[in-house]
């Protein structure tokens, strides 16, 4: 299967508290991206790093890429109530036109 | 960013019957579009991909006379659940992608399918 793993499969934490989320990936890839999505609803993208790329930012967001270990970490700083929600990461793998999308995280923070 | 729609956001149907779900690329031409499929607490999980004016390509073990896919235009890609049963239930999302522009997917809002 070309589907990513993420770790934690849950996360709870406190409002205000970071939440760090992990996406390994098995081939090579153009680009991760990073999506939330409430309970019930669609995909918001939230972040998109190139292969070349090793950090973004993006607000309270930060994504680190490791190419050589084929993994992805999003970390939430300063959580609040509102980013509760499931996390995914998606591959943009070389060769094919289609995201692959990871396990997801579902994160809880309680206000 | 680039936005795509799709319709409708919930249906219910009865046993039997077909849906047809809509996705439309906005602003964009979309080339190629993808329809995922998503599980309760599960990720999404693609289903076919189309490109228009060809046929879909359907993944493994994605019956492609249950899930009809048309792509017949740039900016529209249609996907008609056929003889629907409970089990077909599900949250069906669609992304769009120019892969000429060579431009990252966009998602639509996805569609509650509820079939009774």
């Known amino acids: 299967s070309q589907q990513g793993e993420e770790d934690p499969q849950a996360l709870s934490i406190q409002e205000g508290e970071n939440a760090t989320m992990n996406c390994s990936y098995k081939?090579?890839?153009?680009?991760l991206q990073w999506y939330r999505q409430n309970s019930g609803r669609g995909l918001v993208h939230l972040i998109l790093?190139?292969?070349?790329?090793r950090e973004k930012h993006s607000g309270r967001l930060r994504v680190t890429l490791d190419t050589s270990k084929k993994s992805s970490s999003l970390l939430i700083t300063a959580s609040r109530a509102a980013d509760t929600a499931s996390y995914f990461c998606?591959?943009?793998?070389?060769?094919?036109?289609?995201?692959?999308f990871g396990t997801g995280t579902r994160l809880t923070v309680i206000p | 960013g680039a936005v795509v729609s799709q319709h409708p956001s919930r249906v219910i149907c009865k046993s039997g019957t077909s849906v047809k779900i809509e996705c439309r690329s906005l602003?964009?031409?979309?080339?190629?579009m993808f329809w995922y499929r998503q599980f309760p607490k599960k990720s999404l999980m693609l289903m076919a991909t189309?490109?228009?004016?060809?046929?879909?390509?359907?993944e493994q073990g994605v019956e492609k006379d249950k899930f009809l896919i048309n792509h017949a235009s740039l900016t529209l890609s249609t996907l008609t659940v056929t003889s629907a049963h409970p089990e077909d239930s599900s949250f069906y999302i669609c992304?769009?992608?120019?892969?000429?522009?060579?431009?990252?997917?966009?998602f639509g809002q996805g569609t509650r399918l509820t079939v009774v």
């Open positions: 992304s769009a992608r120019d892969l000429w522009a060579n431009t990252e997917a966009f």
């Open positions: 081939t090579s890839i153009n680009n």
């Open positions: 790093i190139r292969s070349n790329e």
């Open positions: 998606a591959t943009d793998e070389t060769g094919a036109n289609n995201l692959f």
């Open positions: 602003d964009f031409q979309a080339t190629t």
């Open positions: 189309s490109n228009e004016g060809s046929k879909a390509t359907y």
